[in-house]
């Protein structure tokens, strides 16, 4: 992981915090990454993450689009088939500080007082987390590892977040994908695609 993604401390009883990614901001990254992906494959989309437009969208284009069957939407009656866990770290984690300035929009230089450092995950750090997918026709399972391919490809965040994922204990989406073309896709997924870093 890299700079500008999203983590939570949680503090314990004790007083003692624990650095995790939730599982909304997850999911979020997620559902971005099916949506730009869903029209190359087949899938519809229908583009929108302000919650007041999705139903518009939906009357536009006839019906509820693949990516919002998947993921869900606000206003729905059914949840969502995907459920997913918090990222938490498989080791030890610390926060690295990052000291940045604002740019002011109109003349597009330094605005006054405005330096202020962020906290960021430095790279290498490793979270593991659950997606459980329920009741998805298979037609419409592939559009999982699609999305989870094109996140590890893009970026999470707020434009420079870097992410690698992979796969593991995935027997139920094995049967489903067996014998079809995304077979290997999820063979690729279930490795990591960074595997040299500095």
């Known amino acids: 992981m890299g700079p500008d993604i999203q983590f939570v401390k949680r503090i314990s009883y004790n007083g003692e915090s624990q650095i995790y990614i939730p599982a909304s901001s997850f999911k979020g990254a997620l559902r971005s990454s099916a949506s730009r992906i869903a029209e190359s494959y087949g899938f519809k989309s229908c583009e929108e993450i302000r919650p007041e437009r999705i139903r518009e969208k939906h009357e536009k284009i006839g019906g509820i689009c693949n990516v919002c069957e998947l993921f869900g939407y606000p206003g729905s009656n059914l949840p969502s088939p995907l459920i997913f866990s918090d990222l938490l770290p498989t080791g030890p984690v610390e926060t690295l500080a990052l000291t940045r300035v604002r740019i002011d929009d109109r ?21 593991a987390g659950t997606i459980e997918l ?38 139920e989406l094995d049967n489903v994908l067996k014998n079809t073309v995304w077979s290997n896709l999820l063979n690729e997924l279930k490795e990591w695609l960074w595997n040299d870093y500095p």
Not at 107 to 127: D, H, K, N, V, W
Not at 138 to 163: D, H, M, Q, V, Y
């Open 107 to 127: 003349s597009m230089r330094t605005a006054e007082g405005a330096l202020f450092s962020t906290e960021y995950i430095p790279p290498q750090c490793e979270f």
């Open 134 to 171: 329920i009741n998805v026709p298979e037609e419409k399972t592939i559009l999982l590892p699609l999305s989870l391919a094109e996140l590890r490809l893009g970026r999470i965040g707020r434009g420079s977040g870097l992410i690698d994922l992979k796969i593991e204990n995935a027997d």
